[in-house]
Every structure is written in structure tokens, then in C-alpha cells.
């Protein structure tokens, strides 16, 4: 993969109208920015070999499948095993959104979607208490969440 990072307006302007709505067609993006639908195939090819366009993702409502607490565990670990190693574990767990490494009084962070509070006990119980090198941890129910009206990084406010 290429890492070329130049990324000249029109790019932006194609990366800008995907973020809008990334099932746009060529076709509607050519016609958006007045380009052929060759020329802009070629562009989006050329965005996803130098890894600006890492993939494309379906965004299922979990609620719809039964997933109605999203859950944030903060986790201390012993010092010892590498915790590329305690990563991998808690990647198997099917719950898992994401993991984050930290900072701070915390080594890692998890957001989990769990069906209801049984669920989130059977979780911790089973599964995340259970790796070699966990200390200690912390759970916190996610309320609500707001995204950020901010421009993604490298993108200029209006």
C-alpha cells in the first residue's frame, strides 16, 4: 500500500461527499464535481491504495438485533505479559466494539454492546475477569452520545 499522503482539493471534495453519503454512485459524485465517472473511478481507486480510504462499512442499528446497552470498561492490568497478548483475548470476545490503549490510572478501554444487564454480568464474569492479567476494572453504562460537528482531521472549518 502506498502512503503517499497528498491529498489535492478535488480528493477532498470526493472524500467530503462519500462522508455525506458513502452509498453515492460514481456516476453522482462525477456529475458533483463536474469530472468523468472514469476519472473519478480512478481517483477512488487511487484513495483506497494509499490507504485514505481504509474500506467501507455497514452500519447495522444494534438495538434492531437486540444490543441495547452499549457499555465502557475501564481495565488496570498486572505488569508482566505483553498486552498485545491481553488484546487478542478480549478481541475473541464478540461483544467488543473497541479496544483502546491509555493513559492515566487505566491501561485499557473497552466498549462493549450487551443485550441487557445479565448479559453485561455474564460478560465480566466469563470472559473479560477471566484473562490472565487482569487487576481491576471499572464499568460505566453509556447514556447517550453525541458526535463531533467538528471536521475530521485535515479538513478546514467553514
Known sequence: MERDSTVDAVDRRLLEL???D?????????????????????????L???????????DVDPT???YTLEVVVAIQLRQGKPVVETVEALRSIPEVRNISLVTGSWDLLLTFLVRDQDHLRELL??????VA???HS????ILQTWSSARPHVGEEED
Open 48 to 58: 483506497q491504495k494509499r490507504g485514505i480510504i481504509r474500506g467501507f462499512v455497514l
Open 133 to 135: 492479567d487482569f487487576q
Open 18 to 20: 462519500l462522508s455525506a
Open 64 to 66: 434492531a438485533l437486540g
Open 125 to 130: 464474569l466469563g470472559s473479560v475477569w477471566s
Open 22 to 46: 458513502p452509498r453515492m454512485s460514481t456516476r453522482a459524485l462525477a456529475r458533483a464535481i463536474h469530472m468523468s465517472a472514469s476519472a473519478v473511478g480512478e481517483r477512488l481507486d487511487r
Open 138 to 141: 471499572e464499568s460505566m453504562i
